[in-house]
C-alpha cells in the first residue's frame, strides 16, 4: 500500500537510507521504522533524515525522552500540528523514535573541505 | 453629426487623400483608422471607388510615417533597453516598427513564451539595474496571461514598464478575434496593483502618457504601471508636416526622497538614548549604496540587525547580522528601528498556524517602534499585498535609503562611549553562528536525495570567485545560500517575490540574467519543480537571446509547500497523512528536467540524485554558462 501511494518518497527514502549507510548499521526495528516515519509524515517538515530545515526541527538523535517525544507530539501546540494516536499509533511513533535515533552520526564538519571554505574570510 | 458618421467621413477623407497628401495629414492626427486598409471586413471603397482585397495593407505614402514609429522615439527617450514580448496583432504595427525603424535595438525585442514570463523577466532586470525594462502584452488575453506577474511587480515594489496592445475603436476592429481582444476599458483588470494607468486618447496623447506611466513607475514606491497603446494610433499614417506636433518627452534624472531634517534628529536621538536598539529591514538593498550604508549605521549605533530578507541588505557574515538569532536579540530590544519594513506586522509577530491564529508578540511591551520607508507610500485598496496592519510609534514614509546618511551622521554626533561595550557583546553573541551552521549543513551530508546545504556548499566551492548573483528566492532551499555563501553586495542576492505568485522565480531569474550579461556577473538560479512547471519555456527564451545563467532544478518532486499544508490539515482533521501526496506530488511519471531544457536547445544534467555526482555535473554546466550560454542542472533533492 505505501509503494502505491507513496513511490516517489519510499524510493527516495530507501536510497537516502543506502547512501547514508543507515542500512548497514539499522537494526531490524529500526528499518521498519523508517517506513513507518515515512508512511507518518514526519519527513515533510523534519526532512527525509530527520536533519530538519527551515519548516521544523533536527529531530534525527532527539535529546528528548521517548517519554518527552511522545509527549510533544501528541500534545504540540504551536507550529507542529499535534498527532494522535489514532493517526500515529503508540507502536508506530516507538519505531520512529527508534528510527530517529538510529540514523548514523553525521561526518564531522571539520572532515568536509566544502565546509572549511564558507566560513573562511 | 454623430461621431460614428464624422468617422466614416474622416476615413474616407484618408483613403482619399492616398493621392491628396494634405487631406490625409489633416485627419491622420485625428486618429484616423489607416489600418481599416488592411481589415478584411468592412472593406472601403477609395476615391476610385475600388475596395481593397482584404487582408491587403496600402503602402505608407512616400514621406509619411506611422504612429509606432512615433511610439518607438519615445520609447527611446525613456531609454528602455528590452521589451519582452509575446508576439500579438493589436501591437503588430509597434513590433515592427521597434525591429526595422527602431534597429531592434533600445529597445531590443525579447520573445517570451508568456506573458506572465515576459513582465516577469522586467521583475529581474530592475533588481539588478534599478530602472524598468518593458513587457508588451496582446490586448485582453495577454494582458490576462500577465495579471500575477505585475501583482508580484507591485507586491515588492519593483518598476515594469508593461505595454499592452488594444482596438479601442469598434469601427476598425475586425470582427473574431481583434473584437474578442479589444476593450474599453483595459486596465480595469489590473488597476488595483498597478500603479498608474493610461490609455491615450490620441497618438498626440502618447508620449505624454508614456512619460507619465514610466514616471510613476520609478518614483515615491516603484511600481508596475500600464500603458494602453491603441492599434489605430500605431497605424496611422503621419503626415511630415505633422510630425513636429508628435513631442518626445525628455526625463529628467530621478532622485529618492528622505526624511526631513527634524525627524531625522529625533530618530538619531532615540537610537542614540536607547539600551538596545535593533534594526530589522525588509526591502532595503537597491542600490550599490545601499549595504554600505546599512553597515555604516549599523556599525556607528553598534546595533544588531535582522534581515529578513526581502532583499540583499546586510553582509551575511557580519558579526552585528543577527538574522539567526532574531528571537532572543528582538527580546532584548527597547526600540526598533525597521527600515523597508513591509511586512511590520510579520516581523515583530509569531503567529502559529494553529486553529486560533493567535499572535505573540516578539517584543516587550514597552519596546518602540519606528518604521522608515516607502512601502506604506505603495498602499493600496483590496489586495492584501501591503500585509496586516502594525502601528508604528513613529511612521515616516521615506526612502531609507536616502535618509540613511543623514540618520548615520547624526548617530555620529550623538554616539556614546557605551556603544562600545554593546558592540562586543553583540559580536559575542555571533562568534559561535560559523560552527554551529557548519554542524547543521553536514546533517544528511550524504544522503540521496540531495540535502539543500550540500546543494548550496557544492555550488559556492564552484563560483565563491565570480561576482555573482543568486537571482532567486532561497526560503524553499532552507536560506541555506543565505547562510553559507558570502553575500556582501545588493546583487549577491535579489530577495522575495513579494506577491508570493508561484511561477516568479525562473522567469525573474532569467531577467535577472540579461542584465547581468551586460556586467558580466554570474547568474544563478535555484527553482522549485513547481515554480519551474509554470513556464519552462523561460529557458528557450535564454537560449534564445543567448543570456547565460545556470537553472537548477530544486527537485523536490512535488509542490512541497503544499504536502505540508495537507499533513498539518489531516492531523489537524484526526485522520492520517499518508495520502497527502495526492494533488501535491509531481511523480508517476517524474519529470525529467534534463531532457526537456534539452528539448530546447538548452545544456543540460540531471537528474542528479547522488550527491558525489553534483559537483561535477554544476562544474559541467557552470562551463556552458560561462562562455555565454544558459544551462540547467536537475537536482534531486531533499524537501527543503
Ligand atoms: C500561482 C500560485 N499557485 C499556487 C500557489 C500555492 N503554492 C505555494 S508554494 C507552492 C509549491 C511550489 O512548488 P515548488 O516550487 O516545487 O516548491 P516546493 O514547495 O516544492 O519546495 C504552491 C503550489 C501559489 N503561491 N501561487
Ligand atoms: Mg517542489
Not at chain 1, 98 to 110: C, F, K, N
Not at chain 2, 422 to 432: C, D, I, K, V, Y
Not at chain 2, 464 to 482: G, L, R, V
Amino acid at each position: 500500500m505505501h509503494r502505491k501511494t507513496l513511490p516517489g518518497f519510499v524510493s527516495a527514502l530507501l536510497a537516502s537510507l543506502f547512501f547514508a549507510g543507515a542500512a548497514q548499521a539499522a537494526d531490524a526495528a529500526a528499518e521498519d521504522g523508517a517506513a513507518v516515519y515515512s508512511r507518518s509524515g514526519c519527513w515533510g517538515c523534519h526532512a527525509y533524515l530527520g536533519q530538519g530545515g527551515r519548516d521544523g526541527p533536527q529531530i534525527a538523535h532527539t535529546a528528548l525522552s521517548y517519554e518527552a517525544f511522545s509527549t510533544f507530539v501528541r500534545n504540540s501546540t504551536g507550529d507542529m500540528p499535534p498527532f494522535t494516536a489514532r493517526i500515529v499509533p503508540d507502536a508506530d511513533l516507538e519505531k520512529i523514535y527508534a528510527y530517529l535515533q538510529s540514523i548514523p552520526e553525521p561526518p564531522a564538519p571539520e572532515t568536509l573541505p566544502l565546509l572549511q571554505d564558507v566560513f573562511s574570510d | 453629426m454623430s461621431g460614428a458618421d464624422q468617422s466614416k467621413i474622416k476615413r474616407r477623407q484618408f483613403l482619399a487623400g492616398a493621392a491628396a497628401a494634405p487631406a490625409v495629414a489633416a485627419v491622420a492626427l485625428n486618429g484616423s483608422p489607416a489600418r481599416a486598409q488592411a481589415a478584411s471586413v468592412p472593406a472601403v471603397p477609395n476615391a476610385a471607388g475600388e475596395v481593397n482585397p482584404p487582408g491587403e495593407a496600402t503602402p505608407l505614402p512616400e514621406g509619411y510615417t506611422c504612429g509606432s514609429d512615433h511610439m518607438v522615439d519615445v520609447l527611446k527617450a525613456l531609454d528602455i533597453e528590452y521589451i519582452a514580448s509575446n508576439p500579438a496583432s493589436t501591437f503588430r504595427s509597434l513590433q515592427e516598427s521597434i525591429i526595422n525603424y527602431g534597429g531592434n535595438s533600445k529597445p531590443e525585442f525579447l520573445t517570451a513564451l508568456h506573458e506572465d514570463s515576459a513582465v516577469h523577466y522586467g521583475i529581474g532586470y530592475a533588481r539588478i539595474t534599478g530602472k524598468p525594462m518593458a513587457a508588451l502584452v496582446h490586448g485582453v488575453v495577454g494582458l490576462q496571461h500577465a495579471t500575477m506577474a505585475i501583482y508580484n511587480a507591485f507586491a515588492d515594489q519593483t518598476p515594469v514598464y508593461v505595454i499592452a496592445g488594444n482596438s479601442i475603436s469598434e469601427w476598425t476592429r475586425r470582427p473574431g478575434a481583434e473584437s474578442a481582444h479589444a476593450s474599453i476599458d483595459q486596465a480595469q483588470m489590473v488597476r488595483d496593483f498597478v500603479k498608474w494607468d493610461e490609455q491615450p486618447p490620441s497618438l498626440r496623447d502618447f508620449s505624454n502618457a508614456a512619460a507619465r506611466c514610466y514616471q510613476a513607475a520609478v518614483t515615491g514606491s516603484p511600481g508596475p504601471t500600464l500603458l494602453v497603446a491603441d492599434a489605430d494610433h500605431q497605424e496611422e499614417a503621419v503626415h511630415p508636416e505633422h510630425m513636429e506636433q508628435l513631442h518626445v518627452p525628455r526625463m529628467g534624472r530621478i532622485t529618492k526622497v528622505g526624511a526631513d531634517s527634524g525627524v531625522v534628529q529625533e530618530i538619531a536621538d532615540m537610537l542614540c538614548n536607547a539600551e538596545n536598539p535593533v534594526i530589522v529591514v525588509d526591502r532595503f538593498g537597491t542600490s550599490m549604496e545601499s549595504v554600505p550604508l546599512l553597515v555604516e549605521l549599523a556599525e556607528a549605533l553598534q546595533a544588531p540587525v535582522i534581515d529578513t530578507r526581502g532583499r540583499m541588505n546586510f553582509p551575511n557574515k557580519h558579526p552585528l547580522n543577527h538574522t539567526e538569532i532574531a528571537g532572543p536579540t528582538l527580546r532584548a530590544a527597547d526600540l526598533v528601528l525597521a527600515l523597508e519594513a513591509r511586512d511590520l506586522f510579520g516581523m515583530v509577530n509569531n503567529l502559529a498556524d494553529t486553529v486560533e491564529r493567535n499572535a505573540v508578540s516578539r517584543l516587550r511591551p514597552q519596546t518602540r517602534v519606528v518604521r522608515l520607508g516607502t512601502t506604506t507610500l505603495s498602499q493600496r485598496s483590496n489586495y492584501g499585498a501591503s500585509q496586516r496592519y502594525a502601528a508604528a510609534d513613529i511612521e515616516i514614509s521615506a526612502s531609507a535609503e536616502a535618509t540613511l546618511p543623514y540618520l548615520t551622521e547624526a548617530v555620529k554626533r550623538g554616539a556614546k562611549a557605551s556603544f562600545r561595550t554593546r558592540g562586543e557583546r553583540l559580536r559575542m553573541a555571533t562568534s559561535g553562528l560559523a560552527e554551529a551552521t557548519r554542524v547543521e549543513a553536514a546533517r544528511a551530508w550524504e544522503a540521496s536525495p540531495i540535502s539543500t546545504a550540500r546543494l548550496a556548499a557544492e555550488l559556492w566551492d564552484q563560483i565563491k570567485n565570480d561576482e555573482y548573483t543568486i537571482a532567486t528566492e532561497c526560503q524553499f532551499q532552507s536560506y541555506w545560500p543565505n547562510r553559507l555563501w558570502t553575500m556582501n553586495h545588493y546583487y549577491n542576492y535579489l530577495g522575495t517575490s513579494g506577491g508570493f505568485g508561484v511561477g516568479y522565480n525562473a522567469p525573474s531569474a532569467v531577467g535577472a540574467a540579461l542584465a547581468n550579461r551586460a556586467l558580466g556577473r554570474l547568474t544563478i538560479g535555484i527553482v522549485g519543480d513547481g515554480d519551474y512547471m509554470m513556464q519552462p519555456g523561460v529557458i528557450w527564451t535564454a537560449a534564445h537571446h543567448q543570456i547565460p545563467i545556470l537553472m537548477i532544478i530544486h527537485n523536490n518532486r512535488g509542490y512541497h509547500q503544499e504536502t505540508m499544508h495537507i499533513q498539518r490539515m489531516a492531523a489537524r482533521h484526526n485522520r492520517g497523512i499518508d495520502r497527502a501526496h495526492i494533488g501535491t506530488a509531481i511523480n508517476e511519471p517524474n519529470i525529467d528536467y534534463a531532457a526537456v531544457a534539452k528539448g530546447m536547445g538548452v545544456f543540460a544534467e540531471g537528474p542528479v540524485s547522488n550527491p558525489v555526482d553534483l559537483g561535477p555535473a554544476l562544474r559541467r554546466a557552470l562551463d556552458v554558462v560561462r562562455r555565454g550560454e544558459p544551462a540547467l542542472v536537475d537536482v534531486v533533492t531533499q524537501p527543503r
